[in-house]
């Protein structure tokens, strides 16, 4: 009895898998660090890339903004995710604005 025969003669009629975007279920290249169709993230390292892990970084500050104001969300997840987002702007603003200052120093000192 030949199992692995068996097991590698049905492995080469199954086709080949297509990954699929996690966000809009769009199928998307093996290669691509974000998806063509809705923006998500797809590559496996891309939160770990500087500069494409901005929109990844960031995407979470917009979800929970919608989340305030959607009708299906309850009023407690609302009031927290409002919370979350006030407590949080002073940090955010703190990466902002030394380099806007920075920009700001060196357009006054032309």
């Given at each position: 009895?030949?199992?692995?025969?068996?097991?590698?003669?049905?492995?080469?009629?199954?086709?080949?898998?297509?990954?699929?975007?996690?966000?809009?279920l769009?199928p998307?290249?093996?290669?691509d660090?974000?998806?063509?169709?809705?923006?998500?993230?797809?590559?496996?390292?891309?939160?770990?890339?500087?500069f494409?892990?901005?929109?990844?970084?960031?995407?979470?500050?917009?979800?929970?903004?919608q989340?305030?104001?959607?009708?299906?969300?309850?009023?407690?997840?609302?009031?927290?995710?409002?919370?979350?987002?006030?407590?949080?702007?002073?940090?955010?603003?703190?990466?902002?604005?030394?380099?806007?200052?920075?920009?700001v120093?060196?357009?006054?000192?032309?």
């Amino acid at each position: 009895m030949n199992t692995w025969g068996d097991h590698l003669e049905l492995h080469k009629h199954v086709p080949q898998a297509v990954p699929l975007c996690l966000h809009c279920l769009e199928p998307v290249d093996p290669l691509d660090q974000v998806c063509p169709h809705c923006g998500a993230t797809v590559g496996q390292l891309t939160p770990y890339l500087p500069f494409e892990s901005i929109r990844w970084s960031s995407a979470i500050w917009g979800q929970m903004w919608q989340q305030v104001w959607h009708k299906e969300t309850p009023i407690l997840g609302r009031v927290f995710r409002l919370f979350v987002i006030i407590w949080f702007v002073p940090f955010l603003l703190v990466g902002f604005v030394p380099p806007a200052w920075r920009w700001v120093r060196s357009k006054t000192n032309l």
